[in-house]
């Protein structure tokens, strides 16, 4: 049971390129998420995704775009990307512990992307 | 609005002293709180929640609704405990809204 994994681990990219950080589960959880890590500042909501076919906006979504064709898959692509989104991409997925949409979660990590932007 | 704020960005302690990592809460509906911590190098992981009342590592937090807080305590500091720690309120659909962490810092 590898859990949340993620590739790549790091990446440079050149102002307006564009990539997809790949986030991938496997313990069959509905919920997954996007966060972004800047430093002093916690973790920031980009996107999360209540299920396969189903996506929404976080606190911070400008920039990004993502897509959950599968439950074990939830891509992040960066387009045109910008010196701002330096920093670091962490992917998580979650199961209701009491069940339903308003019950508690506990949410499992990856290992994080470290993104520059130059 | 819903926030969590961590009021100390560093903490540092000697080993054997107790710890208390602050963390207050705003949010309109019943709280469900997390602390997470984040080892050198490791990823984010859950330490307690406070649904489930336990003890893990010799950490407690006690949900206080009339102060709006949710303190992480610890008697006796370790240097193994210095780590990233980050409290945590569940929002709808399970999405976390994260204070700005605090760095724990225990030395010998």
């Known amino acids: 049971n590898a859990g949340v994994t993620q590739t790549p681990k790091f990446r440079i990219l050149k102002i307006g390129q564009s990539m997809t950080l790949q986030c991938t589960q496997d313990?069959?959880?509905?919920?997954m998420y996007w966060y972004r890590q800047d430093p002093g500042m916690g973790l920031k909501l980009i996107y999360y995704?209540?299920?396969?076919?189903?996506?929404d906006k976080g606190e911070v979504p400008n920039g990004y775009n993502v897509s959950r064709s599968t439950t074990e898959d939830f891509p992040l692509r960066l387009e045109l990307a910008a010196p701002s989104q330096t920093s670091v991409y962490f992917c998580?997925?979650?199961?209701?512990?009491?069940?339903?949409?308003?019950?508690?979660?506990?949410?499992?990590f990856g290992p994080g992307t470290r993104l520059t932007v130059t | 609005a819903q926030r969590v704020t961590q009021p100390e960005k560093l903490l540092s302690v000697f080993k054997g002293a107790p710890v208390e990592l602050k963390c207050n809460y705003s949010?309109?509906?019943?709280?469900?709180l997390f602390w997470y911590v984040q080892y050198s190098r490791q990823r984010l992981q859950l330490l307690l929640r406070?649904?489930s009342r336990e003890s893990i590592k010799g950490f407690t937090a006690d949900l206080n609704k009339g102060e709006t807080s949710f303190h992480l305590k610890k008697p006796f500091a370790q240097e193994e405990d210095s780590a990233m720690y980050y409290c945590?309120?569940?929002?709808?659909?399970?999405?976390?809204?994260f204070g700005q962490g605090t760095e724990l810092s225990v030395k010998p």
């Open positions: 406070h649904i």
């Open positions: 945590a309120l569940s929002d709808w659909g399970g999405k976390l809204i």
């Open positions: 949010y309109s509906g019943s709280p469900e």
């Open positions: 995704s209540v299920g396969a076919g189903i996506t």
């Open positions: 998580a997925s979650s199961y209701s512990i009491l069940g339903g949409a308003s019950g508690v979660y506990e949410q499992y």
């Open positions: 313990m069959n959880h509905n919920y």
